[in-house]
T-cell receptor, first 110, second 114 residues
Framework: DAKTTQPNSMESNEEEPVHLPCNHS???????IHWYRQLPSQGPEYVIH???SNVNNRMASLAIAEDRKSSTLILHRATLRDAAVYYC???????????FGKGTRLSVIA | DVKVTQSSRYLVKRTGEKVFLECVQD?????MFWYRQDPGLGLRLIYF???????EKGDIPEGYSVSREKKERFSLILESASTNQTSMYLC?????????????FGQGTRLTVV
């Protein structure tokens, strides 16, 4: 799987937007960009995924650079409940498992 | 709601014991996975299964085996537990990835081997 690079940690104030970056310069044309997050003492949960176009869902937005070598997960209004480790994962279309990196630990300050 | 249920949240076992970790999913998913998570090492794939009676080794299969006799159940077996298998174990399931959909994880089993 192609490699992703994320900052180890980030901090945000409550109720402000958060932009979590991910670099994936070796991404191939068939790689999807997935984001998962892991809240304390829980298993990971799916957040969002995309291929080329920006994507929105009830949890977040995913902005994908035009050359697809980077992407940004956007939480529009951070809450204390969003404090978690966020993982950016590249997946090829096909039946292969998720491979997790170290992710970004997001702290949210009240 | 999709549910992936792991049989125990916390387990304490003795060195040398045979340990069974059970995982059940209720959404008729074809794929099931076992990961372990350790501080500083992140989540690492132990084994996965694409179908009943099918299994594939992940990145760290040594010391583990798996069983999938029914579609909804995927068991992780520690043949002879050792202290270095003390970890958080996470089970996950998904439909076949052709449509590139999401995986669902259980709450995890924190296993301590003493």
């Amino acid at each position: 799987d192609a490699k992703t690079t994320q900052p180890n940690s980030m901090e945000s104030n409550e109720e402000e937007p958060v932009h979590l970056p991910c670099n994936h310069s070796t991404i191939s044309g068939t790689d999807y960009i997935h984001w998962y997050r892991q809240l304390p003492s829980q298993g990971p949960e799916y957040v969002i995924h995309g291929l080329t176009s920006n994507v929105n869902n009830r949890m977040a937005s995913l902005a994908i650079a035009e050359d697809r070598k980077s992407s940004t997960l956007i939480l529009h209004r951070a809450t204390l409940r969003d404090a978690a480790v966020y993982y950016c994962i590249l997946r090829k279309a096909g039946n292969t498992p998720l491979v997790f990196g170290k992710g970004t630990r997001l702290s949210v300050i009240a | 709601d999709v549910k992936v249920t792991q049989s125990s949240r916390y387990l304490v076992k003795r060195t040398g014991e045979k340990v069974f970790l059970e995982c059940v999913q209720d959404m008729d998913h074809e794929n099931m996975f076992w990961y372990r998570q350790d501080p500083g090492l992140g989540l690492r794939l132990i084994y996965f299964s694409y179908d009943v009676k099918m299994k594939e080794k992940g990145d760290i299969p040594e010391g583990y085996s798996v069983s999938r006799e029914k579609k909804e159940r995927f068991s992780l077996i520690l043949e002879s537990a050792s202290t270095n298998q003390t970890s958080m174990y996470l089970c996950a399931s998904s439909v076949r990835w052709w449509a590139n959909t999401e995986a669902f994880f259980g709450q995890g089993t924190r296993l301590t081997v003493v």
